[in-house]
């Protein structure tokens, strides 16, 4: 697959703080990309980098394979943290104003306005509108040029959740059209609805990258439940099960490699006990995610 | 080229605090120099009650070609006003950190910087074409006798106008990107000819004022006010300089050149 942006060895440091560390990185064309790391873990900062506001301190990156220039930069549409706009303009001159930058066609405002539900309210000064709305208008200036790579950091935050689903939609529907999204972003469960790929990353430093699909892969987890008054204890007696809690009234078990609910349902049928719940869970991105970075714990 | 200036003048065209203050500037400019000669005949109205008389035709405020200087001079005066709007423009971007985003967008930081640089040509042409307009209309009025001959000395001054306007307009911007801060940049703005002042009294002090003062025309401000010279002494019996010194062009185009590339430079550098 065609590689979009590869990053070389990126490190960033604001005086004696590293706030990126020789990061390698690459994303392919497709990719749904979610950067996840805690507060200050260097997510605005590496795009920043790549966005060129932040001058590396060493290292470098390539975008299509070639150095990066404002050029390139015409090509992604990005919005990084905090939505920026005139605040005296209106909605529609703020917008009128980025397609100018990017040598965009103005006739693609109305449509990206229609797409964030602003039409209404486009004449009215930046200034006046509420949080959700600027960042609505932010991920409209994002999409008037019409861009093959979306940089969104925290696309969502501020919006309702209507709003956070009609992004969620929106990023879908782009990614479908065989474009690139770089997505930062705390809210998990929604990375792990959108994204194919994620990188996690600790104070400047990649801990993790690879494909969502993989995310607890190898580990199966049964919930279970059944009317019998000892189940915890005859869960114990089966072969395939590693460990075992109790949550919410429901019984998880933590199977062994090589087997699977198929088989805890045979041993409790032969045991003569038919299972009320029984489901396979994947294990969550947040769970991976929080394994990732207190392993990175202990190493360092 | 014309595609930066189309964006910034964008940014602008529709802030009210632009319009009133290229207003207020254009409007005190064009009052002031067109109607300097009323003023004079109301002075000499008011001296003759007192028994004063001042015959203003010996004063040719207003006559070609003496008007060139005398009004680019006067007009000289007003460019703090145009250089605020500037510092507003440039501290606006860091305010509200557009620049960033216009970065973001796919400027390159050069043609950010010449976005606002061409904002200044413009600017500093406008003022040009309507003092030159002023010029010609009040001059053809006052003139008594139009010597042909003689119309066009002086007119040179215009280019020295132009650079004076431009160089000082560069001298705001850099200024701006350097401190950021709209207040802080607008109070430095106001007190750098004091400043300049102040360094030049330590370093020539009398004693070595013969040996070196010559250096004082290296100035950065001083250079831009010695292209234009003060012309209102002629009109009491003295030596004037009534042309445009090349030095002084030298030494201001030179300056002008360093403003815009110290600012290059600081944009260059540091994170935005
Ligand atoms: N301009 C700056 N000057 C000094 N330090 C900075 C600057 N910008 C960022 N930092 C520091 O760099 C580190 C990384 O910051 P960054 O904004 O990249 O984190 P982040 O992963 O985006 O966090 P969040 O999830 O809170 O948005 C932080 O420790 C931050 O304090
Ligand atoms: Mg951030």
């Known amino acids: 697959m065609e590689t979009v942006l590869s990053i070389q060895k990126l490190t960033k440091n604001f005086g004696k703080l590293c ?42 990156f390539s975008w299509f394979g070639e150095p990066a220039s404002h050029l390139t930069r015409k ?17 529609q001159k703020n917008l009128e104003l980025n397609a100018m930058i990017k040598g965009a066609d103005p006739g693609n405002i109305p449509k990206v306005l229609e797409t964030v539900e602003l039409t209404a309210r486009k004449d009215d000064k930046f200034r006046t509108y509420s949080l959700g709305m600027k960042q609505r208008l932010a991920i409209a200036s994002a999409l008037v040029s019409d861009p093959i790579i979306l940089i969104l950091d925290e696309p969502t935050n501020g919006l309702d959740p209507m709003g956070i689903a009609e992004i969620r939609e929106i990023i879908k529907k782009i990614a479908a059209d065989g474009k690139t999204i770089i997505l930062a972003s705390h809210l998990l469960d929604e990375v792990q609805k959108v994204c194919t790929h994620f990188a996690v990353l600790k104070r400047g430093t990649l801990m993790h990258t690879g494909p969502v699909d993989d995310v607890g892969k190898g580990e199966e987890l049964v919930e279970v439940q059944a009317y019998h008054d000892d189940l915890g204890v005859l869960l114990q007696e089966f072969m395939g099960s590693a460990s075992i809690k109790k949550e919410n009234g429901l019984f998880q078990v933590m199977m062994k490699d090589g087997y699977h609910s198929k088989d805890l349902n045979r041993f409790l049928f032969d ?14 991105l947040e769970k991976q995610f929080l394994e990732i970075l207190s392993d990175a714990g202990h190493h360092g | 080229m014309l595609h930066l200036l189309k964006i910034d003048l964008k940014k602008m065209t529709s802030y009210r605090t632009f319009w009133v203050i290229c207003g207020l500037y254009f409007l005190t400019l064009g009052f002031t120099t067109a109607s300097g000669m009323e003023i004079l005949k109301w002075l000499a109205s008011k001296g003759a009650e007192f028994g004063a008389s001042i015959n203003i035709n010996r004063v040719p405020l207003y006559h070609f070609p003496d008007i060139w200087q005398n009004l680019i001079w006067i007009s000289g005066l007003f460019k703090i006003v145009l250089a605020v709007m500037v510092v507003i423009s440039i501290t ?4 509200y950190r557009t620049i960033r985003q216009n970065i973001i967008d796919g400027m390159s930081r050069w043609e950010f910087l010449q976005s606002k640089i061409l904002t200044n040509v413009m600017l500093s042409l406008m003022s040009v074409l309507m003092i030159l307009s002023i010029a ?10 139009i010597e042909w001959d003689y119309f066009l000395v002086g007119s040179e001054f215009f280019v020295a106008y132009f650079l004076e306007i431009f160089a000082f307009l560069s ?4 200024l701006g990107i350097l401190v950021q801060r709209s207040g802080l940049t607008i109070v430095l703005l106001m007190l750098s000819h004091m400043i300049e002042a102040i360094i030049k009294l330590n370093i020539f002090r009398s004693s070595v004022e013969d040996q070196i003062g010559f250096l004082k025309q290296f100035f950065p401000l001083e250079s831009i006010t010695n292209l234009v010279p003060l012309p209102f002494a002629r009109y009491a019996f003295q030596e004037i300089q009534d042309y445009v010194a090349l030095t002084a062009v030298a030494i201001a185009i030179g300056w002008t050149v360093l403003f815009n590339y110290f600012a290059y430079l600081k944009l260059r550098k540091s994170d935005i």
Do not use: C, W
């Open chain 2, 171 to 174: 001298y705001a911007l850099m």
């Open chain 2, 92 to 95: 606006n971007e860091y305010q």
């Open chain 1, 75 to 91: 090509k992604i549409g990005a919005v990084l943290e905090h939505p920026i706009f005139y605040p005296y303009l209106s909605g």
């Open chain 2, 136 to 145: 010609l209309f009040t001059g053809f009025i006052y003139t008594p006798k």
């Open chain 1, 19 to 60: 706030a990126v560390n020789n990061l390698d990185l690459e994303v392919k064309k497709g990719q749904v990309f979610g950067m996840l790391g805690p507060n200050g873990s260097g997510k605005t900062t590496t795009l920043g980098m790549l966005m060129g506001v932040v001058n590396p301190t060493s290292g470098s």
């Open chain 1, 271 to 284: 045991k003569g006990i038919v299972a009320s719940h029984l489901a396979t869970r994947k294990k969550s």
